[in-house]
């Protein structure tokens, strides 16, 4: 009996000395970001399509061999599938059932792990298995496997896995063998295996310089160059064209110009080599040379074509040639064109339609002025006057001129008497000639002018693309104005917006712009002027004007580099520089902080801040102020960042006279520069904020046909617009 104990003692003790495995304590735990990703549908979801849960098995003590000897189970109505990985062992268990993990080795024997808690569906854990033995683990040689190839945009694959451009490196066990592949569009693939070698620090070195699988094609035409080029159905330039890589093989060659037949045709394209594509186009036309009265414009098929002479080309067949000119009949000669007979065409000139006009004021001998021209004195009769709209002005010496609109016909004789005001001569000035002068409403004429008045009270206004300015004068037989100047005021829009709590501005009357040959800064004259292509022309020298500029460049404005290194100190455009056209106010720019508050924070009367819109044929965004009234225009899609330019169209004469007029200001698409190339004018606007991002960019607002960014960041190197403000208290 004694000697049963003493075995079965013997036997607990055998089976204590087996269990050598162990999870470390504390290490089984949910690791946040880790999910379940792998592509395979077999580790994904077990057999009955319940998804897995991952746990990521660390191991401590046992050498790369031993541990893929390790096996998992887990308990009834789960299932497992195994990754062994670079020093850990992925386990995938049905999470839904998972209450222990059973953990097998065939020399140190197994252990039953209880998991913790519930398990998540593809969510990721992580635990670490300790061997308890001490065994000194067996030291495995690993090499390198090196590939590499001289495209910079090869793919490098090792076992059929990217691992990299141009360059990838994987260490391997000594002994193994793995499968390397090297692919690049436009470049023949190579491929290979390589064996690891088993001495230590014996890397396997792959180096390919790739087979071009692409040659080149020159399309040129004829008779005429500037053909346009399709390949394979893509249009790609204007003849002469020489391509890029093309893959080597057949493709096909289309050219097209207006007035020639299309042509094409199929080349193959060889390795390495560059094949000629000639194109030779049949003429679809005939040359044309119309001449006519120098006055007259002329049409072709009811399509203007130029004034007096015009050459150019049509197709063959029947053509209707006119010449037209305002209070003339028109002249019409039918031809029929046949290609190869070049043709000169002669259209007799239009013959005039005169109406009869008679005109008598009191007293008489006034002159009589029809669109500038002198026809005599009062009374008289005249029949020689083309029919149509003309302004007829009467003047005599101490008496006030008399201007009107006068309107003939062939039929009808018109009659015009006129009682002329005793008064005096007025000289009429304003800061800009060419203004249009009213007196007491009534069209006058435009500035520089003198006109005789009345005596008496008069007010004299002048107007300029909507905006009037005027002045109260009498008119006196001695003493009193004998002449007047009007001015406008210019710089700020009338519009006052809250950029913060406390703070309000107004808005430039137009974008910034800049002309380096006189260092002259300026704003635009109208809201909607942008330079857009010129800006391409920028230099230190130039005589042209430009309104795209680089971050901070009020001390540079010709700064070109793309380089945002050129950019780290910001100088405002306004604080630093004097406006010609400034009203000597205190001008700056927005910061990025400011800007959203007047798109995103600001209150209004209306609820409206801003509306994408088509203004006087421009596309941009209009900021409404403060005290916007909505009865002054229906807006559509207001306050919408993916609103379209076509949302709101709106004309010149509506937006001085209920737009501008009511303080409402319009950010042009004006698109941007990048070094001297400019791109998107008149689909896409960005505005620069004083506000500094970080080395590499600044803030600002960008906004095209289908979004709006208030707070964008931009590259400090582009050129982008400038629309200064000032404080609404100067």
């Not at 009949?329 to 064109?337: A, G, Y």
């Not at 010609?580 to 007047?598: A, F, H, I, P, Q």
Request: aromatic share 10%.
């Amino acid at each position: 009996m004694r000697r049963f104990v003493l075995l079965l003692f013997a036997v607990f003790l055998y089976i204590t000395a087996l269990a050598q495995l162990e999870v470390k304590k504390g290490s089984f735990k949910e690791v946040p970001g880790f999910v379940n990703i792998n592509p395979d549908d077999n580790y994904q979801l077990d057999d009955n399509n319940l998804p897995f849960a991952v746990i990521k098995v660390r191991t401590e003590n046992i050498n790369e061999k031993e541990r893929k000897r390790l096996s998992f189970s887990g308990n009834m109505g789960t299932f497992t599938n195994l990754e062994y990985k670079d020093g850990e062992v992925w386990v995938y268990l049905t999470a839904k059932y998972a209450d222990y993990l059973k953990i097998s080795h065939p020399d140190f024997s197994s252990i039953e792990y209880t998991i913790p808690f519930d398990l998540k569906p593809k969510k990721g854990y992580e635990m670490t298995l300790v061997n308890k033995t001490g065994m000194v683990p067996e030291v495995d040689v690993y090499n390198y496997l090196v590939v590499s190839a001289d495209q910079p945009n090869a793919a490098v694959y090792i076992d059929d896995v990217f691992e990299g451009e141009q360059f990838a490196q994987k260490s391997f066990m000594a002994g193994e063998k793995h499968r390397w592949r090297i692919e690049c569009e436009l470049y023949y693939s190579e491929s290979g295996e390589a064996v690891i070698p088993d001495k230590e620090g014996e890397n396997v070195t792959v180096e390919k310089k790739l087979r071009p699988a692409f040659g080149y094609l020159n399309v040129t035409s004829s008779p005429e160059s500037g053909a346009i080029v399709y390949i394979d159905g893509k249009k790609v330039g204007v003849t002469p064209f020489a391509t890029d890589k093309l893959a080597s093989g057949e493709h096909k060659v289309r050219v097209m110009k207006e007035m020639y037949s299309a042509v094409e045709k199929t080349f193959t394209v060889t390795d390495g080599n560059t094949t000629q594509a000639t194109m030779t186009m049949s003429a679809n036309f005939v040359n044309v040379t119309v001449t006519t009265d120098s006055e007259s414009d002329i049409y072709v098929d009811n399509e203007l074509k130029g004034k007096g002479s015009w050459s150019g080309r049509l197709s063959d067949g029947n053509h209707a040639f006119e010449a037209r000119k305002a209070s003339h009949r028109n002249s019409v000669e039918n031809i029929k064109l046949t290609l190869g007979k070049n043709e000169s065409i002669v259209i007799p000139n239009p013959t005039p339609i005169y109406g009869t006009i008679d005109i008598s004021t009191n007293p008489i001998g006034a002159n009589i002025i029809i669109d500038g021209k002198n026809y005599g004195t009062t009374p008289r009769v005249l029949t020689n006057v083309l029919i149509g709209t003309h302004e007829l002005r009467l003047e005599k010496s101490g008496c006030a001129s008399m201007v009107k609109n006068i309107t003939l016909d062939e039929k009808n004789k018109l009659t015009i008497s006129e009682k002329l005001q005793t008064g005096r001569e007025i000289s009429i000035t304003t800061d800009k000639s060419g203004e249009q002068i009213y007196v007491d409403d009534n069209y006058i004429g435009t500035s520089p002018m003198t006109t005789t008045l009345s005596f008496g009270e008069h007010n004299i206004k002048a107007v300029r693309d909507g905006k009037e300015t005027s002045k109260s004068i009498t008119v006196a037989q001695t003493g009193g104005e004998t002449s007047v100047k009007l001015t406008f005021s210019t710089g700020a829009i009338n519009g006052i917006f809250s950029v913060s709590s406390s703070k309000k501005v107004q808005f430039s009357q137009g974008n910034l712009q800049y002309q380096a040959s006189t260092r002259t800064w300026r704003f635009a004259e109208h809201q909607w002027d942008i330079i857009g292509s010129e800006n391409s022309k920028i230099s230190s020298s130039y005589s042209g004007w430009i309104d795209l500029f680089g971050w901070g460049t009020g001390n540079n404005p010709t700064e070109s580099s793309k380089r945002s290194s050129d950019y780290s100190t910001f100088t405002d455009w306004g604080v630093n520089n004097t406006i010609s056209n400034g009203e000597g106010k205190s001008w700056r720019t927005l910061t990025g902080d400011e800007w959203m508050y007047v798109f995103y924070k600001r209150y209004t009367s209306s609820g409206i801040r801003y509306a994408k819109a088509k203004v006087n044929g421009v596309n941009g965004v209009i900021l409404l102020p403060d005290n916007w009234n909505s009865s002054n225009y229906s807006l559509s899609n207001t306050n919408e960042n993916d609103a379209s330019y076509n949302s709101n169209k709106i004309s010149q004469t509506d937006w001085q006279n209920k737009f501008e007029a009511n303080g409402a200001v319009f950010l042009p698409a004006a698109g941007f520069r990048g070094g001297t190339d400019v791109d998107s004018v008149g689909s896409n606007g960005i505005y620069w904020s004083a506000s500094y991002n970080n080395i590499y960019y600044a803030r600002g607002v960008n906004f095209n046909d289908s979004r709006l960014h208030a707070d964008y960041w931009s590259n400090h190197g582009f050129g982008h617009g400038v629309r200064l403000v000032c404080s609404a208290e100067n």
